[in-house]
């Protein structure tokens, strides 16, 4: 008894999980003309987890005699509300002559178990011919050109042209900037000497290289006279005043506002002896030339100033005339980066026209 029990639930069991798997098969249109296409849908719905077959098909194979499959089947999923699994096998049939056409079942293995599609059918019509004019018919055309409007073609030929009217437009403005050289403006840094470092160095270029020798004799002349230019230049650069073309007294009296009268007096014996040695040709013992050199040292090294700067910074000055020139340059090259960036863009969107036309 116990035996016939468990029979009687493994085969209500069985039952259960039959009746779940449902085998269906669609067809998208019963009736079509000769050398038309239409789809086959095979699908079965099964739980998660089970294993579907299809039937193993390949393009240009039969399915039923003068039924021919198209492409090579494929296959979708699909999960139902109720979480079972829609899997569906898709084929594309066609038929090239007119009959009704017979479409067996379809055998799906789910789980190794074989399940069967309902029967289908195909009616495949053929076109009317009429056979009675047979001078009214014509053979197929060959492949033909579409014909050439101007409606298509006009505006995208004003736009071409409108383009290479800019980049002209863009070529001449850059001849025109070619043209013109730039205006370059440099600021210069001069290095600068202090007005007493070069009279110092002058004066040691007095005492190391002497002065020249006349007839075996010191040229006492030449020795004042580059000793007092040292001076000239010195106080022209310190004092602001033209010292190079004034006299000995007048250089004294402008340098009477010196605070230091005994500098000042030590000054005036040296002038004084500097014209009297080049115009009266008084001579002077070598003693005196060398203290009238140290005094000329001592008055620059008490009168200098310092911490002045070693390099001067000299800006470019620019006339009316080149700003007008930097003004029209500029100009130039914002007019040709419009120009340049106008034409880009019309020659793309001729482009796109020219693709839109394609097709």
Same mark, same amino acid.
């Given at each position: 008894m116990k035996r016939i029990i468990n029979t009687i639930f493994l085969l209500a069991?069985?039952? /259960?999980? $039959?009746?779940? #798997?449902t085998v269906e098969s669609i067809i998208d249109s019963v009736q079509m003309f000769v050398g038309q296409q239409t789809g086959l849908h095979v699908s079965a719905t099964v739980k998660g987890g089970q294993r579907v077959a299809f039937p193993k098909l390949k393009a240009q194979q039969y399915l039923a005699p003068g039924i021919e499959i #198209?492409?090579?089947p494929y296959c979708d999923t699909?999960? &139902?509300?109720?979480g079972m699994l829609k899997i569906t096998q898709h084929l594309t049939l066609t038929a090239w002559e007119d009959s009704l056409y017979y479409i067996p079942q379809m055998k799906v293995k789910v789980d190794g178990r074989e399940y069967l599609s309902k029967n289908l059918a195909l009616k495949v019509l053929t076109v009317n011919v009429d056979t009675v004019h047979t001078n009214k018919f014509f053979g197929p055309k060959d492949v033909q050109d579409n014909p050439f409007l101007w409606s298509e073609w006009e505006v995208l030929l004003l736009w071409s042209s409108l383009a290479a009217l800019l980049y002209v437009l863009c070529w001449l403005v850059?001849?025109?900037l070619k043209s013109n050289k730039p205006i370059v403006l440099? #600021?210069?840094? /001069?290095?600068?000497?202090?007005p007493h470092q070069r009279a110092l160095n002058e004066i040691e270029s007095i005492k190391k290289d002497g002065v020249s020798i006349i007839d075996g004799q010191f040229d006492q002349k030449a020795y004042y006279t580059q000793l007092t230019d040292a001076l000239r230049k010195y106080m022209k650069e310190r004092f602001h005043f033209n010292a190079m073309e004034m006299t000995s007294s007048e250089i004294i009296a402008r340098l009477k506002e !010196?605070?230091?009268? !005994?500098?000042?007096?030590?000054?005036?014996m040296l002038f004084e002896t500097a014209d009297l040695v080049k115009f009266a040709k008084y001579q002077v013992a070598m003693s005196e030339n060398d203290? $009238?050199?140290? $005094?000329? /040292?001592?008055?620059? $090294?008490?009168?200098k100033q310092d911490n002045l700067p070693t390099e001067e910074r000299i800006e470019p000055t620019v006339t009316e005339q080149q700003r007008q020139t930097m003004r029209m340059r500029l100009s130039l090259k914002w007019a040709m980066a419009l120009l340049i960036t106008l034409a880009s863009a019309i020659v793309a969107y001729t482009c796109w &026209?020219?693709?839109e036309l394609r097709w």
């Amino acid at each position: 008894m116990k035996r016939i029990i468990n029979t009687i639930f493994l085969l209500a069991l069985a039952t /259960v999980i $039959n009746a779940q #798997v449902t085998v269906e098969s669609i067809i998208d249109s019963v009736q079509m003309f000769v050398g038309q296409q239409t789809g086959l849908h095979v699908s079965a719905t099964v739980k998660g987890g089970q294993r579907v077959a299809f039937p193993k098909l390949k393009a240009q194979q039969y399915l039923a005699p003068g039924i021919e499959i #198209v492409e090579k089947p494929y296959c979708d999923t699909t999960e &139902m509300d109720d979480g079972m699994l829609k899997i569906t096998q898709h084929l594309t049939l066609t038929a090239w002559e007119d009959s009704l056409y017979y479409i067996p079942q379809m055998k799906v293995k789910v789980d190794g178990r074989e399940y069967l599609s309902k029967n289908l059918a195909l009616k495949v019509l053929t076109v009317n011919v009429d056979t009675v004019h047979t001078n009214k018919f014509f053979g197929p055309k060959d492949v033909q050109d579409n014909p050439f409007l101007w409606s298509e073609w006009e505006v995208l030929l004003l736009w071409s042209s409108l383009a290479a009217l800019l980049y002209v437009l863009c070529w001449l403005v850059y001849l025109r900037l070619k043209s013109n050289k730039p205006i370059v403006l440099k #600021v210069r840094i /001069v290095k600068r000497i202090p007005p007493h470092q070069r009279a110092l160095n002058e004066i040691e270029s007095i005492k190391k290289d002497g002065v020249s020798i006349i007839d075996g004799q010191f040229d006492q002349k030449a020795y004042y006279t580059q000793l007092t230019d040292a001076l000239r230049k010195y106080m022209k650069e310190r004092f602001h005043f033209n010292a190079m073309e004034m006299t000995s007294s007048e250089i004294i009296a402008r340098l009477k506002e !010196e605070d230091d009268q !005994e500098k000042l007096n030590e000054l005036r014996m040296l002038f004084e002896t500097a014209d009297l040695v080049k115009f009266a040709k008084y001579q002077v013992a070598m003693s005196e030339n060398d203290r $009238n050199l140290v $005094n000329a /040292v001592d008055f620059i $090294n008490t009168t200098k100033q310092d911490n002045l700067p070693t390099e001067e910074r000299i800006e470019p000055t620019v006339t009316e005339q080149q700003r007008q020139t930097m003004r029209m340059r500029l100009s130039l090259k914002w007019a040709m980066a419009l120009l340049i960036t106008l034409a880009s863009a019309i020659v793309a969107y001729t482009c796109w &026209m020219l693709w839109e036309l394609r097709w």
